[in-house]
């Protein structure tokens, strides 16, 4: 039985004639539940069915709506977002996009923006770079017990070389080993600890590498101090190349220390003193960081809220 529009189910009427001899015996039989359980269970299972239909129904036609919906919603986000890059797409920072619905925009408009509306995009997307990401923040100031921290293991870090060079370097090797870098890399190990640049893998290999550069390249540094052959690079020049090889090199083998740039800086710019240490210069950062990393390890592993190395 359906409704008067044909589409709904809305009942289900069962006939049944019995073949039996005695008719009405046999049609009371029947409809007798307790006599004809297959019956009852017929009659159950078609409302189960019934109920099962209407909810089908009425599921189906709420998805059909649900999609429509979402169709529609799809069309006005696809619309939005073409009228904010429209304008890239015309000047021509987009080169090639593929549209499955929708007009194309017009390419002649495309090729009639001139130069110097694509150089105000350009220009304008470049200033964006300068007002940096809402999302950064600055990272907030120490507290006065993570102050106390840093003064103590910077005090002690710098202290060590110091003395070592003050007692024993200066008098027996004439070698220097306070180099003016320990302070940026004391403002590492005891001011940012958990900063990937502070740890001991970055700091040994970086230093070492930058070292290693400073004393190469300076056998191509015209130099009061020195007199090789194989010279032609001026000094003033020489003392932005090294530290920009330097950084390079750290950058591709992934050992960046900010420091070590300076320690390879120091060399190309060094004095007398500094320049007759010749290959005897790679030990002096990697000692000096040395023992650096060792009263870090020390010092920064007292405080409760501290914790270094983060990796070898």
């Given at each position: ?44 299972q ?22 429509v ?6 069309q ?29 925009p ?5 090729k ?14 470049y200033a964006a ?15 006065w ?18 003395a ?18 320990f302070g ?47 010279a ?13 090889v ?11 220390n ?28 990697l000692?000096?960081?040395?023992l ?9 592993n007292?405080?409760?809220?501290r ?6």
């Amino acid at each position: 039985v359906r409704d008067p529009a044909g589409k709904n189910v809305v009942g289900v009427l069962v006939l049944y004639l019995p073949h039996e001899a005695d008719g009405r015996r046999s049609a009371v039989s029947y409809l007798d539940v307790a006599r004809n359980s297959a019956l009852n269970t017929f009659s159950r299972q078609v409302a189960e069915l019934l109920a099962l239909d209407r909810e089908w129904s009425r599921g189906l036609t709420s998805m059909q709506e649900s999609a429509v919906s979402l169709s529609s919603e799809a069309q006005k986000r696809a619309l939005r977002l073409w009228r904010r890059v429209r304008v890239l797409v015309q000047t021509g920072w987009f080169r090639s996009v593929r549209w499955q619905e929708g007009p194309l925009p017009d390419a002649a408009e495309a090729k009639q923006v001139t130069w110097s509306t694509r150089m105000r995009v350009r220009l304008q997307h470049y200033a964006a770079k300068w007002c940096g990401q809402a999302a950064s923040q600055p990272p907030p100031r120490a507290t006065w017990t993570a102050g106390a921290w840093t003064l103590v293991g910077a005090f002690l870090g710098l202290i060590v070389p110091s003395a070592l060079e003050k007692f024993y370097f200066h008098d027996a090797t004439n070698l220097v080993l306070m180099l003016g870098s320990f302070g940026a890399l004391a403002t590492l190990l005891f001011g940012a600890p958990a900063s990937p640049f502070a740890q001991p893998r970055m700091v040994l290999l970086g230093h070492l590498q930058s070292a290693l550069i400073a004393v190469l390249l300076d056998y191509l540094v015209i130099s009061e101090h020195t007199h090789f052959a194989t010279a032609f690079i001026p000094q003033w020049v020489a003392a932005a190349l090294v530290p920009a090889v330097s950084i390079t090199s750290m950058a591709l083998t992934g050992f960046i220390n900010p420091p070590a740039a300076a320690c390879a800086f120091i060399y190309t710019t060094g004095n007398e003193t500094i320049k007759e240490a010749g290959w005897w210069y790679l030990l002096v950062p990697l000692l000096g960081s040395s023992l650096m990393i060792l009263v870090a390890l020390i010092v920064n592993n007292l405080s409760s809220n501290r914790r270094y190395p983060n990796f070898w």
